[in-house]
């Protein structure tokens, strides 16, 4: 017999294409098919056969209070019955404008858009703007949304020229992406050295959290500063995933680096679709209608997204980031401990409150160690957890969220579930 999201899913590929609106969510990779969700409530997802899951992907990142958080929920529904969009300012632009430059002392201006990938993207047209130049330093596995000049695959190494990543994306487009891995500052070294004229920006993640959860190693976020400053290139972190959750200063607090320009996402807009992108004053200037790099949106700075971007980073605010850092921790050694005890090569990488578990013996550093984990194993894992009411991402490319409210119990039914995982 088959379950109302199997039948769904089936109706949905004859409208949509493969049937969802975002590639990964079709469960793909770990040959399932998606859970159509009824509703979330905390760390709790349902699904429309009624099953019950803890949800450890939290829509990829941004509902870090968990689902339906009733001040967020109040804001939002208060905010509708203001109308839904004007097209002109409102109030809590600023509002929300102002608490983003006090969160992250780099980011003294800031643009409200509607997805990270118009942040990344609309960064990286005052970047050449700012600049007068065109080539683009990006890492192979971070991700930075679909926009077609970060779409670009490379070779093993660095490749001295970019291949398109997509159908759709012309090789002139990707052209001026050069590539380098992760956590290899000789190879941008190397870049800077031969093109350093030609580079306005260097992107990073300054955790990678697209390619499962890769930590930068030490030194190399510092090198990036100091060579994008020695060349007068900019350096920009693409905070998506890290801003609010890395700390409430994002990645940059926490490390101590002061990038040129970041982009936000995911927790900025509480679970709305809002994307930003800010830094320095002198460089944001050069934004329209202030400057003559254009950017624009019809539903930018929406009243509904302000109100429950407001109320998620109001709420932030008073959170303990390192007792969920510590829980997040705690489970995640917990979870290597259970699965190795399979006989499993497995590595469980966590940070903050974010944790992927590598089905590898081997260091995982870069895309290519990543690549390298074995798949088999981590479907195995995904469709058991799964079937025993835990939802975990469905690509082993992708990481694990903690909300401020799962619970020990939460955690604790996960770790069962684990235990009763056979490879
Ligand atoms: C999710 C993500 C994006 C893209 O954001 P969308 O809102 O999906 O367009 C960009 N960069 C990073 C690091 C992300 O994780």
């Given at each position: 017999m088959s379950s109302r999201s199997e039948e769904l899913f089936a109706k949905a590929c004859e409208l949509i294409p493969g049937g969802v609106n975002?590639?990964?969510?079709?469960?793909?990779?770990?040959?399932?098919?998606?859970?159509?969700?009824?509703?979330?409530?905390?760390?709790?997802?349902?699904?429309?056969?009624?099953n019950e899951y803890v949800d450890f992907?939290?829509?990829?990142?941004?509902?870090?209070?968990?689902?339906?958080?009733?001040?967020?929920?109040?804001a939002v529904a208060e905010a509708?019955?203001?109308?839904?969009?004007?097209?002109?300012?409102?109030e809590d632009e600023v509002t929300l404008a102002r608490m983003v430059t006090q969160a992250l002392p780099s980011v003294e201006m800031v643009r409200m858009?509607?997805?990270?990938?118009?942040?990344?993207?609309?960064?990286?047209?005052?970047?050449?703007?700012?600049?007068?130049?065109?080539?683009?330093?990006?890492?192979?596995?971070?991700?930075h949304g679909h926009a077609d000049a970060f779409l670009a695959a490379a070779g093993s190494g660095v490749a001295t020229f970019s291949i398109p990543g997509t159908p759709g994306v012309p090789q002139s487009v990707v052209a001026d992406t050069l590539l380098a891995p992760y956590n290899d500052l000789a190879a941008v070294e190397e870049l800077f050295k031969t093109r350093g004229e030609d580079i306005a920006a260097v992107i990073v993640e300054p955790?990678?959290?697209?390619?499962?959860?890769?930590?930068?190693?030490?030194?190399?976020?510092?090198?990036?500063?100091?060579?994008?400053?020695?060349?007068g290139a900019l350096l920009i972190f693409d905070e998506v995933i890290t801003g609010f959750r890395l700390a409430y200063s994002g990645a940059q607090g926490r490390f101590g680096i002061t990038p040129d320009l970041t982009t936000f996402g995911k927790i900025i807009g509480g679970g709305l679709p809002v994307g930003a992108f800010g830094g320095k004053a002198e460089i944001m200037r050069h934004v329209a209608p202030r400057g003559e790099v254009y950017q624009a949106g019809t539903l930018s700075g929406n009243p509904l997204a302000m109100a429950a971007g407001l109320a998620t980073?109001?709420?932030?605010?008073?959170?303990?980031?390192?007792?969920?850092?510590?829980?997040t921790h705690a489970f995640a050694g917990e979870l290597e401990a259970i699965l190795r005890s399979k006989g499993v090569p497995v590595q469980v990488?966590?940070?903050?409150?974010?944790?992927?578990?590598?089905?590898?013996?081997?260091?995982?550093?870069?895309?290519?160690?990543?690549?390298?984990?074995?798949?088999?194993?981590?479907?195995?894992?995904?469709?058991?957890?799964?079937?025993?009411?835990?939802?975990?991402?469905?690509?082993?490319?992708?990481?694990?969220?903690?909300?401020?409210?799962?619970?020990?119990?939460?955690?604790?039914?996960?770790?069962?579930?684990?235990?009763?995982?056979?490879?």
């Amino acid at each position: 017999m088959s379950s109302r999201s199997e039948e769904l899913f089936a109706k949905a590929c004859e409208l949509i294409p493969g049937g969802v609106n975002s590639p990964v969510r079709a469960c793909h990779n770990v040959r399932s098919t998606p859970l159509f969700i009824a509703r979330g409530q905390g760390a709790h997802l349902f699904d429309l056969d009624g099953n019950e899951y803890v949800d450890f992907v939290l829509s990829w990142g941004p509902m870090i209070l968990g689902h339906a958080d009733p001040e967020v929920t109040r804001a939002v529904a208060e905010a509708a019955t203001r109308g839904t969009s004007y097209g002109a300012p409102c109030e809590d632009e600023v509002t929300l404008a102002r608490m983003v430059t006090q969160a992250l002392p780099s980011v003294e201006m800031v643009r409200m858009v509607n997805s990270g990938t118009e942040a990344t993207m609309s960064a990286l047209r005052l970047a050449r703007g700012y600049t007068g130049r065109n080539k683009l330093v990006k890492f192979v596995g971070c991700y930075h949304g679909h926009a077609d000049a970060f779409l670009a695959a490379a070779g093993s190494g660095v490749a001295t020229f970019s291949i398109p990543g997509t159908p759709g994306v012309p090789q002139s487009v990707v052209a001026d992406t050069l590539l380098a891995p992760y956590n290899d500052l000789a190879a941008v070294e190397e870049l800077f050295k031969t093109r350093g004229e030609d580079i306005a920006a260097v992107i990073v993640e300054p955790v990678a959290a697209n390619m499962g959860l890769v930590l930068p190693a030490e030194g190399f976020l510092q090198g990036l500063r100091d060579l994008t400053s020695k060349y007068g290139a900019l350096l920009i972190f693409d905070e998506v995933i890290t801003g609010f959750r890395l700390a409430y200063s994002g990645a940059q607090g926490r490390f101590g680096i002061t990038p040129d320009l970041t982009t936000f996402g995911k927790i900025i807009g509480g679970g709305l679709p809002v994307g930003a992108f800010g830094g320095k004053a002198e460089i944001m200037r050069h934004v329209a209608p202030r400057g003559e790099v254009y950017q624009a949106g019809t539903l930018s700075g929406n009243p509904l997204a302000m109100a429950a971007g407001l109320a998620t980073l109001n709420k932030l605010q008073g959170m303990d980031y390192a007792g969920l850092e510590e829980k997040t921790h705690a489970f995640a050694g917990e979870l290597e401990a259970i699965l190795r005890s399979k006989g499993v090569p497995v590595q469980v990488h966590t940070i903050a409150s974010m944790f992927t578990p590598y089905f590898s013996a081997d260091p995982v550093e870069s895309f290519s160690d990543v690549q390298k984990c074995d798949q088999e194993l981590f479907t195995t894992f995904y469709k058991q957890m799964r079937e025993q009411g835990i939802y975990l991402a469905p690509s082993a490319f992708e990481t694990g969220m903690v909300s401020f409210v799962h619970t020990d119990e939460d955690f604790a039914r996960a770790l069962d579930a684990a235990r009763r995982v056979t490879f």
